[in-house]
Nanobody
Framework: QVHLVESGGGLVQPGGSLRLSCTAT????????FGWYRQAPGKMRQFVAL???????NYHTAVMGRFTMDSDRGKGTSSLRMNKLKSDDTAIYYC?????????WGQGTKVTVSA
């Protein structure tokens, strides 16, 4: 069993940066890859970034060039560096992990982009 905890959210001005972290505890050796999703108020949860089995990372077009995802499966950690933030990036950000084919989610961390 794996438990995920996100951190690093907060209030930031448009154009600013934040770095979100995700830490896994438990059987981290069972984690195949990490992903980041977000859910804006009144909207469906949306894919942000995902590390593939071959090590490449896919990004949603809305964040490509602004967000950078890094993961260390051996340490059970993942991070999402977010630059040039926009008001549209306001959402709760969730980390997930593929654990033996089952997706496990963290509780989320809130990011608000506002002047």
């Amino acid at each position: 069993q794996v438990h995920l905890v996100e951190s690093g959210g907060g209030l930031v001005q448009p154009g600013g940066s934040l770095r979100l972290s995700c830490t896994a505890t438990g059987d981290i050796s069972a984690i195949a890859n990490f992903g980041w999703y977000r859910q804006a108020p009144g909207k469906m949860r949306q894919f942000v970034a995902l590390t593939l089995n071959d090590g490449r990372t896919n990004y949603h077009t809305a964040v490509m060039g602004r967000f950078t995802m890094d993961s260390d499966r051996g340490k059970g950690t993942s991070s999402l560096r977010m630059n040039k933030l926009k008001s549209d990036d306001t959402a709760i950000y969730y980390c997930n992990a593929d654990v033996n084919g089952k997706i496990t989610w963290g509780q989320g961390t809130k990011v608000t982009v506002s002047a």
